[in-house]
């Protein structure tokens, strides 16, 4: 039952969202500018974070021990995302206005892989020389989302002792869901920090979300389609009376994505290729900043650029996909054969 899914669509159609939100920002162009009205990449982002939550804690109760669990969660993260880094620093080196030994023998190469290395991106997001005249000199801004998931990795451990000793799942979740919406609120609207908002916790409240469906899924299973009306009435009516803290957004639409997730059958087999999701996500933010840095949304029919920006993007996706984090998945691993 849990495995008949569209997840893999889902996934990637909240990877896609992302990179075309960040192609109509990033390339300033006007041209593109329509790509706002059906892409926003907060949606792209919290709809991972609530199939997170819902497949990791799905994984971690099937997962035998602590340890081969943080083995699982290492594997899917890290390979491609310590390739994606030395992608940056080797490859874009070529591209920066300094030349190869200036680049090199600066210490801002060295401070962007370290502090990148352990996920803290925010300290160090520039390389020398890159993208210096775009709207954002980051290399890739979207691998800040990386170290919300990792933190949450580490936390759902916890969150299931918590449920396992005092036996009561839902008092503690409901609680992670308040408090995450508490923080957003203070650090949003009290002191005006956006960036601190949607750091851990201020997202913590989409990933509870998904452990507290998958900890009722047979209940949401059963009554999928009046939940469903419900969810979607409540995020129109939300959205008309503008509410300063929406205590039933991350809910609603927690509740869509699960649901929706098992409401497709034609789409279940989305992922029989491969799954692209995550080369998508941390590939094509470099690729668009290239692009702009040499003015080529300008200089060139923007649509076409954005187009190539696309198949580049899906051609590191595919190969990140079958050169490097597929070799590290024990699911797609073949077993070995009994030689006696």
Request: net charge positive; charged share 10%.
């Given at each position: 039952?849990y495995?008949?899914?569209?997840f893999?669509?889902?996934?990637?159609?909240?990877?896609?969202?992302?990179?075309?939100?960040?192609?109509?920002?990033?390339?300033?162009?006007?041209?593109?500018?329509?790509?706002?009205?059906?892409?926003?990449?907060?949606?792209?982002?919290?709809?991972?974070?609530?199939?997170?939550?819902?497949l990791?804690?799905?994984?971690?109760?099937?997962?035998?021990s602590?340890?081969?669990?943080?083995?699982?969660?290492?594997?899917?993260?890290?390979p491609?995302?310590?390739?994606?880094?030395?992608?940056?620093?080797?490859?874009?080196?070529?591209?920066?206005?300094?030349?190869l030994?200036?680049?090199?023998?600066?210490?801002?190469?060295?401070?962007?892989?370290?502090?990148?290395?352990?996920?803290?991106?925010?300290?160090?997001?520039?390389?020398?020389?890159?993208?210096?005249?775009?709207?954002?000199?980051?290399?890739?801004?979207?691998?800040?989302?990386?170290?919300?998931?990792?933190?949450?990795?580490?936390?759902?451990?916890?969150?299931f002792?918590?449920?396992?000793k005092?036996?009561?799942?839902?008092?503690?979740?409901?609680?992670?869901?308040?408090?995450?919406?508490?923080?957003?609120?203070?650090?949003?609207?009290?002191?005006g920090?956006?960036?601190?908002?949607?750091?851990?916790?201020?997202?913590?409240?989409?990933?509870?979300?998904?452990?507290?469906?998958?900890?009722?899924?047979?209940?949401?299973?059963?009554?999928?389609?009046?939940?469903?009306?419900?969810?979607v009435?409540?995020?129109?009516?939300?959205?008309?009376?503008?509410?300063?803290i929406?205590?039933?957004?991350?809910?609603?639409?927690?509740?869509?994505?699960?649901?929706v997730?098992?409401?497709?059958?034609?789409?279940?087999?989305?992922?029989?290729?491969?799954?692209?999701?995550?080369?998508?996500?941390?590939?094509?933010?470099?690729?668009?900043?290239?692009?702009?840095?040499?003015?080529?949304?300008?200089?060139?029919?923007?649509?076409?650029?954005?187009?190539?920006?696309?198949?580049?993007?899906?051609?590191?996706?595919?190969?990140?996909?079958f050169?490097?984090?597929?070799?590290?998945?024990?699911?797609?691993?073949?077993?070995?054969?009994?030689?006696?």
């Amino acid at each position: 039952m849990y495995n008949k899914n569209c997840f893999d669509f889902l996934r990637f159609f909240f990877a896609a969202n992302i990179l075309l939100a960040h192609l109509c920002e990033l390339s300033q162009s006007k041209s593109l500018g329509f790509l706002s009205n059906f892409s926003d990449a907060a949606i792209g982002v919290k709809g991972f974070f609530v199939i997170s939550g819902f497949l990791v804690a799905k994984s971690y109760v099937s997962t035998l021990s602590l340890k081969q669990y943080f083995i699982k969660r290492a594997k899917r993260i890290i390979p491609a995302y310590v390739v994606v880094l030395l992608f940056a620093v080797l490859i874009l080196a070529f591209f920066s206005s300094y030349s190869l030994s200036a680049y090199f023998t600066d210490i801002n190469v060295y401070q962007y892989l370290g502090w990148n290395s352990i996920f803290l991106n925010f300290m160090h997001p520039c390389l020398p020389g890159l993208f210096e005249n775009n709207l954002l000199c980051a290399v890739n801004g979207s691998l800040w989302t990386l170290k919300v998931e990792e933190g949450f990795y580490i936390i759902l451990p916890l969150i299931f002792y918590a449920i396992n000793k005092f036996k009561k799942p839902s008092i503690i979740l409901i609680s992670l869901y308040f408090f995450s919406l508490l923080y957003w609120f203070i650090m949003e609207d009290y002191f005006g920090k956006p960036l601190l908002a949607k750091q851990l916790p201020g997202y913590l409240v989409y990933f509870v979300t998904g452990i507290f469906l998958f900890l009722n899924f047979e209940l949401v299973l059963h009554n999928k389609s009046k939940l469903l009306i419900v969810s979607v009435l409540l995020l129109i009516i939300s959205n008309f009376l503008h509410f300063q803290i929406n205590v039933f957004y991350p809910a609603t639409f927690g509740l869509i994505v699960i649901i929706v997730a098992y409401t497709l059958p034609f789409l279940n087999n989305f992922g029989k290729y491969g799954d692209f999701t995550y080369g998508l996500y941390i590939y094509h933010f470099p690729i668009i900043q290239l692009f702009r840095q040499y003015d080529l949304f300008e200089k060139y029919n923007p649509i076409l650029m954005a187009f190539l920006v696309i198949l580049i993007t899906l051609f590191f996706a595919v190969f990140s996909w079958f050169v490097i984090e597929k070799r590290f998945l024990d699911r797609y691993k073949k077993p070995a054969i009994n030689a006696n």
